[in-house]
């Protein structure tokens, strides 16, 4: 019985193990996938202008997108989109003009950081990038870079990040969400998150209780199996009976010769 209540205690911290051990490949799994090149590629345009930050104030003034204008984003050598607080993290716009026979102007790219349960609630404004001399012309593709940086105070978790490139169409303003999606927010410099070192921390005391216990079964299976079984040893009791039948003949006479000549 106590054999087999050991057998599913261990099978119960393997199970533990293995949820812990999934957990951590998940995450590494993350940290690894920055790495990865992207898939998507647009074609580069040549001097695209860039003036700065904060160039232009645009407001909290929204326009539509124009019809036949594609975008994409790409995170180069980030496909996990992870990004450290505090330190500048690079995305490539890709937009493709279909809109007609003439050119499109590129003014600016915006992007804020929210809540993923409520896009409502802003956590942080990033910084605007302007352009002065960035165009697509008809039927063409083009790749603008858009670089920013997190709050380095932001706590390490998931949010939504959405990404807004503002152009212009015969002189007519449009703007075109060309991301809308989340983000890992880590702190910098370090390879594991605060839950990750957690999770080690609390495999490793797992192995510890769990080596600390098996030691302590071992030690008492081997306590059992060396304990010798006690033997009751009777003392010898003379059958009054058996006396009776055995008197006077020649046995006790040769038992009375003997203890006389002992004496």
């Given at each position: 019985?106590?054999?087999?209540?050991?057998?599913?205690?261990?099978?119960v911290?393997?199970?533990?193990?293995?949820?812990?051990?999934?957990?951590?490949?998940?995450?590494?799994?993350?940290?690894?996938?920055?790495?990865?090149?992207?898939?998507?590629?647009?074609?580069?345009?040549?001097?695209?202008?860039?003036?700065?930050?904060?160039?232009q104030?645009?407001?909290?003034?929204?326009?539509?997108?124009?019809?036949?204008?594609?975008?994409?984003?790409?995170?180069?050598?980030?496909?996990?989109?992870?990004?450290?607080?505090?330190e500048?993290t690079?995305?490539?716009?890709?937009?493709?003009?279909?809109?007609?026979?003439?050119t499109?102007?590129?003014?600016?790219?915006?992007?804020?950081?929210?809540l993923?349960f409520?896009?409502?609630?802003?956590?942080?404004?990033?910084?605007a990038?302007?352009?002065?001399?960035?165009?697509?012309?008809?039927?063409?593709?083009?790749?603008?870079?858009?670089?920013?940086?997190?709050?380095?105070?932001?706590?390490?978790?998931?949010?939504?990040?959405?990404?807004?490139?503002?152009?212009e169409?015969?002189?007519?303003?449009?703007?075109?969400?060309?991301?809308?999606?989340?983000?890992?927010?880590?702190?910098?410099?370090?390879?594991?998150?605060?839950?990750?070192?957690?999770?080690?921390?609390?495999?490793?005391?797992?192995?510890?209780?769990?080596?600390?216990?098996i030691?302590?079964?071992i030690?008492?299976?081997?306590?059992?199996?060396?304990?010798a079984?006690?033997?009751?040893?009777?003392?010898?009791?003379?059958?009054?009976?058996?006396?009776?039948?055995?008197?006077?003949?020649?046995?006790?006479?040769?038992l009375?010769?003997?203890?006389?000549?002992?004496?």
């Amino acid at each position: 019985m106590t054999m087999v209540m050991a057998l599913k205690n261990v099978r119960v911290f393997f199970l533990a193990l293995l949820f812990l051990s999934s957990s951590l490949l998940q995450v590494a799994r993350c940290q690894v996938g920055s790495d990865v090149e992207p898939t998507e590629a647009v074609e580069e345009v040549g001097d695209l202008g860039i003036v700065g930050e904060d160039a232009q104030d645009f407001g909290d003034e929204n326009f539509s997108p124009a019809p036949g204008v594609n975008t994409v984003c790409v995170f180069p050598k980030n496909s996990a989109r992870v990004v450290p607080a505090g330190e500048e993290t690079e995305l490539l716009v890709g937009m493709k003009n279909d809109a007609g026979d003439s050119t499109l102007n590129v003014i600016a790219i915006k992007a804020s950081i929210h809540l993923p349960f409520d896009h409502q609630l802003l956590v942080q404004n990033l910084t605007a990038q302007a352009f002065n001399n960035a165009s697509v012309p008809a039927s063409a593709q083009a790749t603008f870079p858009y670089i920013f940086a997190v709050s380095k105070f932001l706590q390490p978790g998931t949010f939504d990040l959405v990404g807004t490139i503002i152009y212009e169409i015969d002189q007519n303003p449009y703007q075109s969400t060309f991301y809308n999606g989340t983000i890992e927010v880590v702190e910098a410099g370090n390879f594991l998150s605060i839950e990750s070192v957690f999770l080690v921390t609390l495999a490793i005391s797992l192995l510890v209780l769990l080596g600390t216990w098996i030691r302590g079964q071992i030690k008492n299976l081997s306590k059992k199996t060396k304990r010798a079984p006690k033997v009751e040893v009777g003392t010898k009791t003379t059958d009054a009976s058996m006396d009776e039948w055995l008197q006077g003949t020649a046995y006790t006479q040769s038992l009375s010769s003997k203890s006389k000549k002992k004496k």
